[in-house]
């Protein structure tokens, strides 16, 4: 009795298969390279940021206007950044995969729908209170970008000025959703 597992051997299984588990072959085997597995992008897994980093994408608009370096924060989610101005303020950036624009707190503001991009977003003047502001940017419908500034000394209109101002910078990089 022949055995159709022949140990060591993937084309062998392969060609057995095809041939409906032949001892006696003819031919030449032919194997295909399965196509790459599409990721879907949604907020249940850790796929929808991929390899990017909440600091790759707040450093860029806050280090030129003299911010300190930015650091790994973990307030909102787990990949997050932060940075402060002496004088000035602070600002914020998370990349949230558990919860969509629909799940963002307004605080003590009120949310004002909005586009950055081709996305839809909130921003959310005075979330915080005076001098603050925070806009959002949906990835998916169930995770997002948060840019968040409260500043020192200003107004809300101040504060949602760099906080649209980092979440336009970043918008680009983001990666889209289904």
């Known amino acids: 009795m022949t055995s159709c597992l022949r140990p060591g051997s993937l084309i062998a299984v392969i060609a057995m298969a095809a041939s409906g588990c032949s001892s006696a072959l003819s031919g030449n085997a032919v194997t295909s390279t399965p196509e790459a597995p599409v990721v879907k992008l949604d907020s249940q897994s850790d796929a929808v940021f991929a390899n990017l980093k909440a600091c790759d994408l707040l450093e860029p608009v806050t280090g030129p206007k003299g911010f300190e370096p930015t650091s790994v924060e973990a307030a ?21 995969t558990e919860a969509g624009i629909d799940q ?11 586009k950055i991009g081709n996305r839809d ?13 925070t806009v959002a940017i949906a990835v998916t419908q169930s ?6 500034t ?4 200003g107004t809300n209109e101040e504060a949602c000025a ?3 101002e980092i979440a336009e910078a970043a918008e680009p990089k983001l990666p889209r959703g289904n």
């Open 104 to 114: 963002l707190s307004a605080g003590q503001g009120t949310k004002i729908q909005t």
């Open 162 to 164: 760099l906080s649209r």
């Open 121 to 133: 977003g909130v921003e959310v003047p005075g979330d915080a209170g005076t001098q603050s502001c």
């Open 143 to 148: 995770s997002r970008l948060t840019a968040s």
């Open 76 to 96: 909102e989610s787990d990949n997050g950044c932060a940075t402060r101005k002496r004088r000035y303020g602070s600002a914020r950036l998370y990349l949230v």
């Open 150 to 153: 409260g500043l020192n000394n």
